[in-house]
């Protein structure tokens, strides 16, 4: 999940519908959380197009192959984009957030296309599909409940915590045991965050709705929900996947 500063969180924020008729709140909500889903679905879609060229080029290849000081920069540069997206909301204009947005998406495509020479294409297809299924009745359910979820997504970035922790003992470890256990943690964890996060953008509309943030807010929303299902793929794979 993104670390991006909440409105709601600003000394002195007040919901931002004062005046504003139910019907017109829901329709712009509607029409809110269909731009960070479309913004989503969009990331998604560059990235798998970009992993799949990559890892299917000569250059690509070799660059993920042979490693080298370009294979770490891929590697690091989607932090660098989420760092900058996140520490840089206040000072970057909405157009600037949304190229941040892609350049991070197709960043994710280099650095993910080393999964089409580790897997077969079956279980990548069935990692992505499942993910798919499992993003939709969660965000579902994240949007609709009238349950307050902020107490678990507290535990749950706790427990994300944890599992980064985890994954760099187990470099060392080197344990399958191990990389299961945190393969199967792991899509747990992201599963939880993908209901949470659905519902902290919806209730965030409400402070941002007549505000110049709204579009960013667009956009760190949709961030926050493709860190979740890429997350949640990234470990049903590992956990599943049959390598070539």
């Keep these: 999940m993104a670390n991006w500063s ?8 007040a919901p931002a519908r004062a005046g504003v008729s139910d019907a017109a709140f829901d329709a712009g909500l509607r029409s809110y959380m269909l ?4 913004y989503m679905a969009s990331g998604v879609l560059l990235t798998g197009v970009v992993a799949m060229l990559f890892a299917n080029s000569t250059a690509g290849q070799n660059i993920l192959i042979n490693g080298g000081a370009l294979r770490l920069i891929i ?34 495509g280099l650095s993910m296309a080393s999964i089409f020479l580790v897997y077969t ?19 579902l359910y994240g949007y609709t409940t009238q349950r307050n979820l902020s107490g678990i997504g507290t535990f749950l970035i706790m427990g994300v915590v944890g599992l ?15 990389q299961l256990a945190i393969s199967a943690i792991g899509v747990l964890l992201f599963a939880g965050l993908t209901a949470y996060d659905t519902q902290r953008i919806k209730s ?3 402070y941002v709705a007549c505000t110049d943030m ?19 793929f ?11």
Excluded at 83 to 105: D, E, H, K, P, Y
Excluded at 170 to 178: D, G, I, P, V, Y
Excluded at 234 to 244: A, C, D, E, I
């Design 214 to 232: 709204v579009g960013k807010t667009v956009v760190m929303g949709a961030l926050s929900l493709y860190l979740d299902f890429v997350n949640m």
């Design 121 to 139: 294409g079956t279980s990548i297809a069935t990692a992505f599909f499942a993910s798919a299924a499992a993003f939709a009745g969660l965000s």
């Design 164 to 178: 980064i922790v985890a994954m760099l003992l187990n470099l060392w470890l080197q344990s399958t045991a191990m």
């Design 6 to 13: 909440d409105p709601r969180m600003t000394a002195g924020a």
């Design 35 to 38: 731009s960070v889903y479309n």
């Design 204 to 206: 965030m509309y409400a």
């Design 234 to 244: 990234q470990f049903l794979l590992s956990f599943m996947g049959n390598r070539r």
């Design 75 to 108: 590697m690091l540069a989607p932090l660098a984009f989420v760092l900058v997206m996140s520490f840089g909301i206040n000072r970057l204009s909405t157009v600037q957030l949304q190229a941040c947005f892609w350049g991070f998406a197709t960043a994710m």
